[in-house]
């Protein structure tokens, strides 16, 4: 079977860090470098980017949430702390409520 060479140029740091992941997997780096070629979908690659869109969004929306929810907390705290002040005011002898 004839076999055609790709040459591929990267900076000497990605050159050590795909060498790296190679090692680790036990294989080449052109043996790494034709499975993650095979592995790669355009398609998959679209769905990551709409995937974390929608997770920077899901982030966000959490986030508001839980400002109103800690200005809701503060907004009742203060009607039950005036509550209880009334109550206490109507409580005492000639005090008017």
Do not use: C, N
């Amino acid at each position: 079977m004839r076999q055609d060479r790709i040459i591929v140029l990267v900076d000497p740091d990605y050159k050590a860090q795909i060498a790296a992941r190679a090692k680790a997997l036990d294989m080449s780096v052109g043996e790494f470098a034709r499975r993650s070629m095979d592995a790669y979908d355009p398609e998959l690659d679209e769905v990551t980017q709409l995937l974390h869109k929608s997770a920077i969004e899901a982030r966000e929306a959490l986030d508001q949430a839980m400002t109103e929810i800690d200005e809701t907390l503060g907004y009742l705290r203060k009607r039950r702390e005036e509550a209880a002040a009334a109550k206490a005011k109507a409580g005492k002898p000639g005090a008017v409520a």
